[in-house]
């Protein structure tokens, strides 16, 4: 497809099933933990969709590039992915759905932060100044609140180191030269690197196994197969195509989505914090990836 200039009714749709997607994942890893423990989970999922992107890499004819500069970079950008989700798994084993997905998807605050004093032209406008203030708020609200018990104040901050580790990565894809390569290949280190580091890991936090049945093996499938193979390459497809301001708009979407499912799912509490919160990082994460008024 040739590049657009503005987001279509492909693109809407698109985004709108990702993030259905990327919230029913929240709540499969959730239930997930389970039947596995969940760094293992963690691991085995970047193994498994190490192995379909091998696949759909042969399949496609692309060849695996150890471009000269991007080692080092690439071994990063996988201890990164790691410690992304470590955060976020371990944090769904202690907190609901709603808390980790709102703090984990604070990334584009983050992200506009660091953007501010790291990226050329990426500097803090008025606007994105009063989004960062909703999206703060927001945070304060989910973290003031436990949800009758079913939260905890470490889990939540757990899952926000998780939103840190997915802003380190779109700034080392950024800042490095593996913003050179293909999306497969960047695909190929966080997958590569972190399954190496997950398993390695994973004895520290318990036996691998609690109580698994088909349905925990039927998530961890979809897990590799729709969100971490070819889930993470179909928004890259949409990133070449569309603005990618207008893809990142969307990402408001996503916690929204998890909070919902998770209280119509899960059965979990949804106080008035928790709703506020919602809107407010939503509120927030549109109004810092608004495109800039053209003069």
Same mark, same amino acid.
């Given at each position: 497809?040739? @590049? !657009? +200039? !503005?987001? +279509?009714?492909?693109g809407?749709?698109?985004?709108i099933?990702f993030?259905?997607?990327l ?7 959730k239930? &997930?933990?389970?039947g ?5 989970m ?5 193994? &498994? ?10 399949? @496609? &004819? ?7 500069g991007?080692?080092?970079p ?7 992915? /790691?410690?992304?989700?470590v955060?976020?798994f371990w944090?769904? +084993?202690?907190t609901?759905v709603?808390?980790a ?6 990334m ?19 606007r994105?100044?009063?989004? %960062? #203030?909703?999206?703060?708020? #927001?945070? *304060?609200?989910?973290?003031? &609140?436990?949800?009758? #018990? ?6 939540d ?5 998780g939103?840190?580790g997915?802003?380190?990565i ?8 593996? @913003? ?7 695909l190929?280190w966080q ?6 580091i997950?398993? /390695? ?12 049945g088909?349905w925990?093996y *039927?998530?961890?499938?979809f897990?590799?197969? /729709? ?6 390459l179909?928004w890259?497809?949409l990133?070449t ?8 708009s969307?990402?408001? %979407?996503?916690?929204v989505?998890?909070v ?16 506020? *919160?919602?809107?407010?990082?939503a509120? #927030? ?6 495109? !800039?008024?053209k003069?």
């Amino acid at each position: 497809m040739e @590049r !657009k +200039d !503005k987001m +279509d009714a492909f693109g809407a749709i698109s985004l709108i099933v990702f993030g259905v997607v990327l919230a029913l994942n929240q709540v499969v890893v959730k239930l &997930g933990n389970g039947g596995f423990q969940p760094v293992f989970m963690a691991g085995v999922r970047s193994v &498994g969709a190490l192995v379909v992107l091998l696949i759909w890499m042969r399949v @496609r &004819g692309i060849r695996l590039e150890f471009r000269k500069g991007t080692i080092w970079p690439g071994i990063l950008l996988g201890t990164l992915f /790691a410690q992304e989700f470590v955060a976020l798994f371990w944090a769904l +084993d202690r907190t609901t759905v709603s808390h980790a997905s709102l703090l984990f998807y604070t990334m584009p605050v983050i992200l506009s932060i660091a953007a501010h004093f790291l990226l050329p032209g990426e500097r803090l406008t008025p606007r994105r100044i009063v989004g %960062l #203030g909703f999206a703060m708020v #927001g945070v *304060a609200l989910v973290l003031s &609140g436990q949800a009758g #018990g079913q939260a905890s104040l470490l889990g939540d901050l757990v899952a926000l180191t998780g939103a840190f580790g997915w802003a380190a990565i779109a700034l080392t894809l950024r800042l490095t030269k593996l @913003r050179e390569i293909r999306p497969e290949m960047q695909l190929f280190w966080q997958l590569s690197v972190s399954a190496v580091i997950l398993l /390695a890991v994973a004895p520290l936090f318990g036996p691998f196994l609690r109580d698994p049945g088909p349905w925990h093996y *039927a998530g961890l499938g979809f897990q590799i197969i /729709a969100v971490a193979s070819f889930g993470f390459l179909f928004w890259a497809f949409l990133i070449t195509i569309y603005p990618a301001s207008g893809v990142a708009s969307f990402a408001f %979407l996503t916690p929204v989505l998890s909070v919902c499912l998770g209280w119509l799912l899960l059965n979990e509490t949804l106080g008035w914090n928790v709703i506020a *919160a919602m809107v407010m990082v939503a509120v #927030g994460i549109v109004l810092i990836n608004l495109p !800039k008024r053209k003069r």
